[in-house]
């Protein structure tokens, strides 16, 4: 079976701190990994892909993937209450009949709190 | 941005009923969507991957007949839940990845909530 965990959380956090996220996941053939976040009853969105292994950064995000350690992470900086959402971690399989098949985990939940 | 759009929004039913859900790429082609289902508190699952101008694909545990998908054309994919009992009750998500692109940044529709009572 593959998996991706993540902590349920919720995650709270102070407006204006660091929200850190971790993911880990099973399956070593995965090649491209995804954080998508969730709005409560709403579909989720894509804020970051990363397909390498070190950091990536956009905004406030960066990703941070090591797949030695089959561990991907999310820093949310300068958390705003807007970011309270819940945060899914997502593998894509490295051949072609796997692409686009996405390996969700259940999901952070993080609370930013003013 | 890609845009793709998912109806209805939310349905109630009876049980017995069938449902079709309608996922559509507003902006682009898309040769492959994917269905999803999300129970409360829980992940995304994939349910079945719907192929342009072919038969889905299904994963494992999803029920075929069931969960009838067709894909008629690039821009609309459409599942339909057949019998539908208060068990399928659950959020339902399409997503669509642009033709021509091969990763797994994919767009997702708005998701239906289907409640059979």
């Known amino acids: 079976q593959k998996e991706v965990e993540q902590n349920s959380g919720p995650l709270s956090v102070p407006e204006g701190a660091i929200a850190s996220l971790n993911c880990t996941y099973s399956?070593?053939?995965?090649?491209?990994f995804f954080w998508y976040r969730q709005y409560s009853g709403k579909s989720p969105e894509l804020i970051m892909s990363?397909?390498?292994?070190g950091d990536k950064e956009d905004g406030r995000f960066t990703a941070q993937l090591n797949k030695a350690s089959q561990y991907v992470s999310l820093l949310i900086r300068d958390s705003q209450p807007s970011d309270s959402a819940t945060y899914l971690c997502?593998?894509?399989?490295?051949?072609?009949?796997?692409?686009?098949?996405?390996?969700f985990g259940a999901g952070t939940q993080v609370v930013v709190t003013p | 941005g890609a845009v793709v759009s998912q109806h209805p929004s939310r349905v109630i039913c009876k049980s017995g009923t069938s449902v079709k859900i309608e996922c559509r790429s507003l902006?682009?082609?898309?040769?492959?969507m994917f269905w999803y289902r999300q129970f409360p508190k829980q992940s995304l699952m994939l349910m079945a991957t719907?192929?342009?101008?072919?038969?889905?694909?299904?994963e494992q545990g999803v029920e075929k007949d069931k969960f009838l998908i067709n894909h008629a054309s690039l821009t609309l994919s459409t599942l339909t839940v057949t019998s539908a009992h208060p068990e399928d009750s659950s959020f339902y998500i399409c997503?669509?990845?642009?033709?021509?692109?091969?990763?797994?940044?994919?767009?997702f529709g708005e998701g239906s909530r289907l409640t059979v009572l």
């Open positions: 997503s669509a990845r642009r033709a021509g692109e091969n990763t797994g940044e994919l767009f």
């Open positions: 399956d070593r053939g995965s090649q491209s």
């Open positions: 990363i397909y390498s292994n």
């Open positions: 997502a593998s894509e399989g490295g051949f072609t009949d796997s692409w686009g098949k996405l390996q």
């Open positions: 902006d682009f082609q898309a040769t492959t």
């Open positions: 719907s192929n342009e101008g072919s038969k889905a694909t299904y």
